[in-house]
């Protein structure tokens, strides 16, 4: 597609439940980050995958947060047991390579709500 | 570690007049920084970056930042601002480690 395509746009969710958000890349990136914006929180880096390598898991705020990436593209967010505060958006965003060369181009976000 | 800062929750300015959103950057070595814009209840999108080169970078929708090493600056400037300009404006640092941190967020209000 021509952007950054993001899945569920809307989900709501019992407190306790697993939920799963799906990011698809533009064609061709390499790089792909997911990004949570919280109100009063800000933008919040989660996770970011470049290639083959190894991911940066440094910002997933607990072990209820996983992410993966299938086949250099597709990736998916997976929240485990889901708690209030998890409620937001989740942002993924994705860009050809790493490297300031290269713009980061941002989805339009899943909003998730737990209730 | 590399961060910025926005130092104003909120703007607001009146349409046609200029505009500055301001934010300031704490860096090791060279600053690469970006602005994003989001509008309401839609993801981030990208207004321009300073990487090297000229001071004065020239971005989308008529939006230019001045990057100053001094004062260690990077603010948001418009000439004229228009009603359809108020949303939030983030600014960012790259990370050595491959990732943008991000600001706290302005939000503009522009009133016609």
């Known amino acids: 597609g021509a952007g950054v395509s993001q899945s569920p746009s809307n989900k709501v969710t019992e407190k306790g439940k697993d939920v799963e958000l799906r990011c698809d890349p533009i064609?061709?990136?390499?790089?792909l980050y997911w990004y949570r914006q919280s109100l009063g929180q800000g933008l919040e880096f989660l996770i970011y995958f470049q290639g083959n390598s190894a991911p940066d898991k440094s910002g997933l705020p607990s072990d209820r947060f996983s992410a993966e990436r299938t086949g250099g593209s597709v990736s998916t967010l997976t929240i485990q047991r889901t708690q209030q505060e998890d409620s937001a958006v989740y942002l993924c965003?994705?860009?050809?390579?790493?490297?300031?060369?290269?713009?980061?181009?941002f989805g339009e976000g899943s909003w998730l709500t737990v209730v | 570690a590399q961060s910025v800062a926005q130092p104003e929750d909120q703007v607001n300015v009146a349409e046609g007049n200029p505009l500055t959103v301001k934010c300031t950057y704490s860096?090791?070595?060279?600053?690469?920084l970006f602005w994003y814009v989001q509008y309401p209840n839609r993801g981030l999108q990208f207004l321009l970056k300073y990487i090297t080169g000229d001071n004065l970078v020239k971005g989308s929708y008529g939006f230019e930042a001045e990057f100053n090493k001094s004062q260690t600056s990077f603010h948001l400037k418009k000439p004229s601002a228009l009603v359809s300009d108020s949303a939030l404006y983030f600014c960012?640092?790259?990370?050595?480690?491959?990732?943008?941190?991000f600001g706290q967020g302005t939000e503009l209000s522009v009133k016609p």
């Open positions: 860096v090791s070595g060279n600053p690469y």
């Open positions: 960012a640092v790259y990370n050595q480690g491959g990732k943008l941190i």
């Open positions: 064609s061709g990136h390499t790089a």
């Open positions: 965003a994705s860009s050809l390579r790493e490297g300031t060369l290269y713009t980061i181009y």
